[in-house]
């Protein structure tokens, strides 16, 4: 079975950090592409992060420089750090397993910024 769990969510003032973690378990973590992508109300799913399986990383121009996608291949989890918030990257924030046709999702942890 298989089942990724987010977690590190919660509330944070504009200008803080907050660090995501997401859990695998029955995949063969190593080989897999794990992004992170979050839906703000009213808006479209956005990819935010992305993680080869060789490491390479990849970011849109709304986070990069602020947020750092990491993984611990030992651990089957993949990270997310996030700095510098702001009130718009207030959303719920989902971790996604991609190896060609096999795609995972996680629950979803709530991130909210606001003073």
């Known amino acids: 079975q298989v089942q990724l769990v987010e977690s590190g969510g919660g509330l944070v003032q504009p200008g803080g950090s907050l660090r995501l973690s997401c859990a695998t378990s029955g995949i063969r973590f190593s080989i897999y592409t794990m992004n992170w992508y979050r839906r703000a109300p009213g808006k479209e799913r956005e990819l935010v992060a992305g993680?080869?399986?060789?490491?390479?990383?990849n970011y849109p121009d709304s986070v990069k420089d602020r947020f750092t996608i990491s993984r611990d291949n030992a651990k089957n989890t993949v990270y997310l750090q996030m700095n510098s918030l702001k009130p718009e990257d207030t959303a719920v924030y989902y971790c996604?397993?991609?190896?060609?046709?096999?795609?995972?999702w996680g629950q979803g942890t709530q991130v909210t910024v606001s003073s």
């Open positions: 993680i080869t399986s060789g490491g390479s990383t």
């Open positions: 996604n397993a991609a190896y060609y046709g096999f795609n995972y």
